[in-house]
């Protein structure tokens, strides 16, 4: 079984400062990807950014980088230069059959962003 | 490009009746998968389909149902509702289920059982 660890309920950050989200995963399967996701007050979850678990180097979405540590089995999101927009709830997310598309959540962190 | 639509966006019901929740796509997409959110157990899987046929299912009891017509839209039944059942459904969407595929979700049914 996949599992998704997110110690971090709530975090406060600095408008445009940097800020660091953890996820740690566990899982016994090789091959896996990681997702990130962001859900606002309105309820959507919004697709940030991806990771391979063979993807030699971190992934980057503009603002989004994602921190891969393979052996710590660590995932966490980096969010530069934050905006106000970003406070909202994020999820980290594990997928690992090729052959179906399910997702193993996080219990998520709540960023909030101060002026 | 529309993105995932879920209707309703809000539903209330009472205990014991069932409920219809529907589900449509990105256009090209033929993976959709359905998710209760709720604050105490978070984002749980309920079910998978793929060309109109269950992938996959989640640890839900059999009162949790679900199809996928042939346009790929979809509709999870949830039979003789528990106050428990009150939560956030989203539907989530994926062009293909190869496994560094996004899912692009809904806004979500906000389902209040009373």
């Known amino acids: 079984a996949q599992k998704i660890t997110q110690t971090q309920p709530g975090m406060f950050v600095q408008e445009k400062e940097a800020v660091t989200l953890d996820c740690t995963y566990d899982t016994s399967d090789q091959s896996y990807g990681l997702f990130w996701y962001k859900q606002p007050s309105s309820g959507e979850m919004i697709f940030l950014i991806y990771q391979g678990s063979y993807d030699e180097q971190n992934a980057t979405e503009g603002r989004y980088s994602l921190n891969f540590q393979k052996a710590r089995k660590s995932a966490n999101l980096v969010i530069s230069a934050s905006q106000l927009g970003d406070s909202a709830m994020y999820f980290c997310a594990m997928r690992v059959e090729a052959g179906s598309y399910q997702l193993t959540f996080g219990k998520g962190t709540k960023l909030s962003v101060i002026p | 490009k529309a993105g995932v639509t879920q209707t309703p966006r809000y539903l209330i019901k009472t205990r014991g009746q069932q409920v219809t929740l529907s589900c449509s796509p990105i256009s090209g997409h033929r993976s959709v998968s359905w998710y209760q959110q709720t604050p105490g157990q978070g984002l749980q899987f309920l079910f998978e389909y793929f060309s109109e046929t269950q992938r996959n299912k989640g640890n839900f009891p059999g009162r949790f149902s679900g199809r996928q017509f042939s346009n790929s839209r979809s509709e999870m039944n949830v039979s003789t509702l528990e106050l428990g059942d009150s939560a956030l459904y989203l539907c989530?969407?994926?062009?293909?289920?190869?496994?560094?595929?996004?899912?692009?979700f809904g806004q979500g049914t906000r389902l209040t059982v009373v």
């Open positions: 989530a969407s994926s062009l293909s289920r190869e496994r560094n595929t996004e899912a692009f």
